[in-house]
């Protein structure tokens, strides 16, 4: 099967960064795009960024300018970069991937069990 491991949160004052790195694994015939999602506490999981195997790129309007998504499909890994962090960024940050196995030949989202990212005021 397949497992997505997420690596790269912790706590940071606002203003700072971190790198989100997520690496993909198992039983894989192909990826199509990769994502990152964020859930905070009383809060749906909302849209991060996302990044196609074409690398084409899409960003939440809050993220735009700040957060940097990018993917070496030779490591099955996707990235993503937080510069100034506010606050209002923390969240436990997921990894998506739209993964084809080898054994069933159809395409679903796999996730991550998510990193923790705080942000101090």
């Known amino acids: 099967q397949v497992q997505l491991v997420e690596s790269g949160g912790g706590l940071v004052q606002a203003g700072g960064s971190l790198r989100l790195s997520c690496a993909a694994s198992?039983?894989?015939?192909?990826?199509?795009?990769m994502g990152w999602y964020r859930q905070a506490p009383g809060k749906q999981r909302e849209l991060v960024a996302t990044?196609?195997?074409?690398?084409?790129?899409n960003y939440a309007d809050s993220m735009k300018g700040r957060f940097t998504i990018s993917r070496d499909n030779n490591r099955n890994t996707v990235y993503l970069q937080m510069n100034r962090l506010k606050p209002e960024d923390t969240a436990v940050y997921y990894c998506?991937?739209?993964?084809?196995?080898?054994?069933?030949?159809?395409?679903?989202?796999?996730w991550g069990q998510g990193t923790q990212v705080t942000v101090s005021s």
């Open positions: 998506n991937a739209e993964i084809t196995t080898v054994r069933t030949r159809n395409v679903r989202s796999w």
């Open positions: 198992g039983s894989i015939f192909s990826i199509n795009a």
């Open positions: 990044i196609t195997s074409g690398e084409d790129t």
